[in-house]
């Protein structure tokens, strides 16, 4: 660890089952683990109850409280590192503690953390995405011209930092693989050819795409069985391939073992900010079929541990599915053992020290700084 403990805050715009969510209490966790002291600030303002009256919508209320009972309502129930629930729409300075730095973790929190006093610390920015669909992308795009110190968690992230943003000085901090729950087995493939992803009900995850890939699989493979989990129910509407099995908010020990159920692992956003489903089916030894949409390029090598396609090309997605689910079982042995070695450099302590090296310089120059300006 550094010379420094550094008291930290990491603000986040409200609890929830993303992979956002989920790394950031991970990376908070490691830098707990290097002795800092770490704050996980969060916005948490109840959704309120509809009028009587309103007679759909709280139908829809009441459905949406009994599919939630007895499941896992957010990533931020426990944690290594300080819980602050904050019962607000946004955070200000004064629900937050004073600290070293505060980092802002998704476009309207840097907004919050630019305007706070130098008690609440230097200023910082965990890039996740190029969130622009999560907002006015005006408003989203001049976050990133903010005076905060960029942290971003995929190779492209950081590229487009420095090519549409001007930032040449973005921190590549990765994400990391929790291998006390994910890691290898060694396994064969599945007596009935198996694809397994994450239904996402956002355009941009790409759901529709997936599942018209599938289903032109399964014309030529009929037994074809689709592994499926989520946050969120699969809309009735959604034309859904044969075949398939749907885990909604599995507990968090059962998400390896639909990992081991497939042979095959299929990320098919349009744009996506790492992709970590994709990163711990591979720790698992999934071979993993990908489009070109950002992070899983920084963990999916062609033909190594699986295959890159184009985001709009559902046949040579639907190609590459049929090419790895069809393999023989040593070449597919081969891809699955590639897949777990390829992500072993991905794990959060090793990142933690990158995070960590990466505040201390910037701390130590805002000094060297202070006192020149003296």
């Not at 001049?142 to 090519?163: F, G, H, N, Q, S």
């Not at 908010?249 to 970590?276: A, N």
């Not at 950002?294 to 999916?300: I, L, M, N, Q, R």
Request: some cysteine; glycine content about 6%; hydrophobic content about 35%.
């Amino acid at each position: 660890m550094g010379s420094r403990v550094l008291k930290i805050n990491w603000i986040l715009p409200r609890p929830g089952l993303s992979g956002g969510v989920k790394s950031n209490r991970l990376i908070a966790e490691a830098m707990v683990r290097r002795g800092h002291t770490v704050n996980l600030v969060y916005a948490n303002q109840a959704r309120p109850k509809p009028d009587f009256w309103r007679v759909r919508k709280l139908i829809r209320y009441w459905l949406s409280r009994y599919q939630l009972k007895n499941k896992q309502q957010h990533h931020l129930e426990s944690s290594l590192a300080n819980l602050i629930s904050v019962p607000k729409r946004v955070i200000s300075a004064d629900d937050v503690p004073d600290a070293d730095v505060s980092i802002a973790t998704w476009w309207e929190t840097a907004y919050w953390v630019n305007s706070w006093p130098a008690s609440k610390g230097l200023k910082a920015y965990f890039i996740r995405h190029h969130e622009i669909h999560g907002g006015d992308p005006r408003k989203v795009a001049d976050t990133y011209r903010l005076p905060l110190k960029k942290l971003v968690i995929a190779t492209w992230l950081k590229k487009l930092m420095a090519e549409t943003y001007g930032d040449d000085d973005a921190v590549l901090v990765p994400n990391g693989v929790d291998w006390h729950q994910f890691n290898f087995r060694v396994r064969d493939k599945q007596s009935t050819p198996t694809v397994g992803l994450l239904y996402g009900i956002v355009k941009w995850k790409g759901a529709a795409r997936a599942f018209e890939a599938i289903r032109q699989v399964q014309k030529r493979l009929p037994e074809l069985k689709v592994v499926c989990f989520g946050a969120h129910p699969p809309d009735p509407q959604e034309n859904l391939p044969m075949n398939f099995e749907y885990y909604f908010r599995p507990d968090q020990e059962r998400i390896p073992e639909l990992y081991r159920m497939t042979d095959c692992w299929l990320l098919p956003s349009t744009l996506e900010g790492f992709g970590m489903p994709g990163l711990e089916a591979a720790a698992c030894g999934c071979p993993v079929v990908s489009t070109r949409c950002g992070g899983p390029e920084d963990y999916v090598l062609h033909g190594h541990n699986g295959y890159l396609v184009d985001v709009d090309d559902t046949e040579d997605m639907a190609e590459r599915i049929y090419q790895v689910v069809t393999m023989n079982s040593e070449r597919w042995k081969a891809m699955s053992r590639n897949s777990a070695e390829y992500v072993k450099r991905f794990d959060w302590d090793r990142s933690a020290e990158i995070l960590e090296q990466a505040l201390l310089s910037y701390c130590s120059d805002n000094i060297r700084k202070e006192q020149s300006d003296r």
